[in-house]
Every structure is written in structure tokens, then in C-alpha cells.
């Protein structure tokens, strides 16, 4: 049965994703709230004991998803704070396999520099797309993103493994999406045009999330 709802993920991603390139957005909004949904009944068929917190990672992640189909700063903001609780989530999950004892200070040091960089470069190109009220709320999320990839690799280096290393190229996957997700929103000067990029990275990020995981 956990196959099936695989098979209703990929076919309904693979629908969604032709969607996105062909800019339908009628097909897009009926395809998009079955991504998450079919992702989380596989996750809780295929995994022995399922984690509570990944599984209010994937419902956030859903509802971010619902919240994000309409126009408008107020929805895009509700949406956005689903995110960022998913991000959490999949943090409070990931530290269940994080032996902090492996986890050398100049990794950290490292790894926070890197995403702190790469936040403050994205928005410096966006700042004159956004407005001012988002700025730093938007700022503040992808940090909390990027929080989450830094979790992701600190559960691949207390455990090397195939599974963590596939958890935490998801993760970056997914902060990839999210910060093309602002340039196609918001930068209409943007070469990313169509949300073909941000579901593409998002989907294979969500489901590689949870096959490290598994």
C-alpha cells in the first residue's frame, strides 16, 4: 500500500510540474495540495515507527503548500509561517539522530557563516523587489530554513550513511525552492518565470527529506 501512495506522488508531482512549466494555474492549485498528502501516507506506511515530529513537519509543509495558492501578502505570510513551524519540526526530528559530541566547532562556525552569506546575497538582490513589511520576516524565515540544513548535516556526519546523506541533500533542495520561490514571486525581472524551479526542488527535496529518514 506504501507503494501506491509513492506512485500517486510521483504521478501527481509529475501533473503539477508540467503545470508549472505550462504557467496553468487552475491544474497547478487541483494538483498541488495531493504532493504533500500522498508523501505523508507513505511516510506513514514505510516507516517502522513513525516520528511525531515529521509528521507535523509534512502537515505544516501541506498547509504552507494550501496557504501559499492564493494571492496576497496575508496569505503569503500565513503560508510562510507554516514553513518556517515545518522547519522546526524537521529540526526537533533530525536531533533525535544528532550525536552533538561528533559535531566539531569549526563545522558549525562554518556552516552558519555559509548560510548567513548566502541569506543576506538573496536578499540583497531582492530588497528592491519586497515589501518593506516582508523583508525581514522573509530574511528571518530562510535563516530558519537554512537552521534545518544545517541539522540535516550535522544527523550525515554523526551517522555517515547513505540515508543522512540523502536527508540533507533534500534539505538543501529545499532551501533552493524557497529562495527561487521569492524571485519568482516578487522579482518580475527575474529569469525564473514560472514556479516550475520551486516545485521541481521542493518535491524531490521533500521526498528525499523523507527517504533519508526511512
Same mark, same amino acid.
Given at each position: 500500500?506504501?507503494?501506491?501512495?509513492?506512485?500517486?506522488?510521483? /504521478?501527481?508531482?509529475?501533473?503539477?510540474?508540467?503545470?508549472?512549466?505550462?504557467?496553468?494555474?487552475?491544474?497547478?492549485?487541483?494538483?498541488? =495540495?495531493?504532493?504533500? !498528502?500522498?508523501?505523508?501516507?507513505?511516510?506513514?506506511?514505510?516507516?517502522?515507527?513513525?516520528?511525531?515530529?515529521?509528521?507535523?513537519?509534512?502537515?505544516?509543509?501541506?498547509?504552507?503548500?494550501?496557504?501559499?495558492? =492564493?494571492?496576497?501578502?496575508?496569505?503569503? $505570510?500565513?503560508?510562510?509561517?507554516?514553513?518556517?513551524?515545518?522547519?522546526?519540526?524537521?529540526?526537533?526530528?533530525?536531533?533525535?539522530?544528532?550525536?552533538?559530541?561528533?559535531?566539531?566547532?569549526?563545522?558549525?562556525?562554518?556552516?552558519?557563516?555559509?548560510?548567513?552569506?548566502?541569506?543576506?546575497?538573496?536578499?540583497?538582490? !531582492?530588497?528592491?523587489?519586497?515589501?518593506?513589511? !516582508?523583508?525581514?520576516?522573509?530574511?528571518?524565515?530562510?535563516?530558519?530554513?537554512?537552521?534545518?540544513?544545517?541539522?540535516?548535516?550535522?544527523?550525515?556526519?554523526?551517522? =555517515?550513511?547513505?540515508? $543522512?546523506? /540523502?536527508?540533507?541533500?533534500?534539505?538543501? !533542495?529545499?532551501?533552493?525552492?524557497?529562495?527561487?520561490?521569492?524571485?519568482?514571486?516578487?522579482?518580475?525581472?527575474?529569469?525564473?518565470? $514560472?514556479?516550475?524551479?520551486?516545485?521541481?526542488?521542493?518535491?524531490?527535496?521533500?521526498?528525499?527529506?523523507?527517504?533519508?529518514?526511512?
Amino acid at each position: 500500500m506504501k507503494y501506491v501512495f509513492l506512485a500517486i506522488f510521483i /504521478i501527481v508531482t509529475s501533473i503539477h510540474l508540467y503545470a508549472s512549466l505550462k504557467q496553468d494555474k487552475k491544474l497547478r492549485n487541483q494538483t498541488k =495540495p495531493f504532493i504533500l !498528502l500522498s508523501l505523508l501516507g507513505f511516510y506513514l506506511l514505510a516507516a517502522r515507527t513513525p516520528s511525531t515530529w515529521i509528521i507535523l513537519a509534512l502537515i505544516f509543509s501541506w498547509l504552507g503548500d494550501v496557504l501559499l495558492m =492564493p494571492k496576497g501578502v496575508k496569505w503569503f $505570510t500565513a503560508g510562510g509561517i507554516c514553513f518556517m513551524i515545518s522547519h522546526v519540526f524537521f529540526i526537533l526530528g533530525y536531533m533525535k539522530e544528532v550525536n552533538f559530541a561528533t559535531i566539531p566547532v569549526w563545522l558549525v562556525i562554518l556552516l552558519a557563516v555559509l548560510f548567513f552569506a548566502a541569506v543576506t546575497c538573496i536578499f540583497s538582490k !531582492l530588497k528592491p523587489h519586497l515589501p518593506k513589511a !516582508l523583508f525581514y520576516p522573509m530574511y528571518l524565515y530562510l535563516l530558519i530554513n537554512g537552521a534545518m540544513n544545517c541539522f540535516a548535516i550535522f544527523r550525515w556526519v554523526s551517522f =555517515p550513511a547513505a540515508a $543522512t546523506v /540523502i536527508t540533507a541533500i533534500g534539505a538543501i !533542495l529545499f532551501f533552493i525552492s524557497d529562495s527561487s520561490l521569492f524571485f519568482v514571486r516578487f522579482n518580475k525581472d527575474s529569469r525564473l518565470k $514560472t514556479h516550475f524551479l520551486v516545485m521541481l526542488t521542493y518535491s524531490i527535496g521533500e521526498l528525499l527529506i523523507v527517504l533519508g529518514l526511512l
